[in-house]
């Protein structure tokens, strides 16, 4: 049977490990070809293509910084080339970062916001041509819980997690006509390698305090970017989906 994905391109942005590795894995066993990008480390993003192209897949590893609009024109450019277009946008790329709000610097807050919610921008204006050109797609961004339960020491991740799920919105409306369905997916407490950068995670979500009494995983996680990149996913646009195990009642 064909995969429900064959034929389609993802580009998917922080994809050298955890929920990005996760979710390029998924949509490659769907059938797609996918540019695995991430921001400086090639070897992790090799390891990836040679697990996506060892099971029978198509990848390509594409280092660009998302906050650099020549960089990110660049890397489109070079999935066009090896793959034909781009179909499938999956926005992952951000940077964790814990700092008391009268410790933060302009300097910190506008870094943070230039990856997660600019970068988002940038990506988009880059990639929906192409999604446009071949029909339509599906952009998917990933947000969080933070944000919505507040939490301190955040507050520069938090705006840009909300700023981003406006951004979703809006496109979402603006885009339909062109079939192109756009959402942001809102991880809750998940099972990743965190950075030293990212400090402890928030007592909030520990174990105990998460009705489900686990954390997530990015399999979980994947499989709903999977499921809205698909074929049964045209019909949810402009959403906020929750991952979190209960943590979080919308």
Known sequence: MQKPLHGKVALVTGAGRNIGRAIAHALAQDGAAVIVNGRADTAALDAVVREITGAGGQALACRADVSKPDEVARMVEQGVARFGGVDILVSNAGLRRQTPFLQMSLEEWHEILSVALDGAFILARAAVPQ??????GAIVALSGVSHHVGVPNRCHVSASKAGLEGLMRSLAVELAPHRITCNCVSPGAIDTVRGAAAGVLPGTFSDG?????RKGTVEEIAGLVRHLAGPLGGYITGQTLHVNGGAFLT
Do not use: F, N
Request: cysteine-free.
């Open 131 to 136: 999604l446009i050109a071949r029909g339509g």
């Open 209 to 213: 305090g998460i009705p489900a009494g």
